[in-house]
């Protein structure tokens, strides 16, 4: 899934997918939220969701997208981002 797209996946299969804000690439979730899944054209697929980051101080933050297939290992794609004081 390095560009975004999953391969070969048989009709019915399970996806999940959720998004994540933390501090470190690998340090634990200060908020996480499901995402939605769907059909975007034919064999592709968009994900939705929205985190309240409001209350969250200024600062970097790291947005972690984790997606995984049943039967099959998850993957993440992680990015920074900024959230600017008042």
Known sequence: MADGTIR???AGTAVTARVEIA???NGP???AVPLTIEA???NRYASNGALPIGALPPGDYLARALVAVEGHPGT???RTRRKAGQ
């Open 8 to 10: 070969d996946g048989a």
């Open 23 to 25: 501090r470190t690439k």
């Open 29 to 31: 979730a200060l908020l």
């Open 40 to 42: 975007s054209g034919e």
């Open 76 to 78: 993440r794609v992680v």
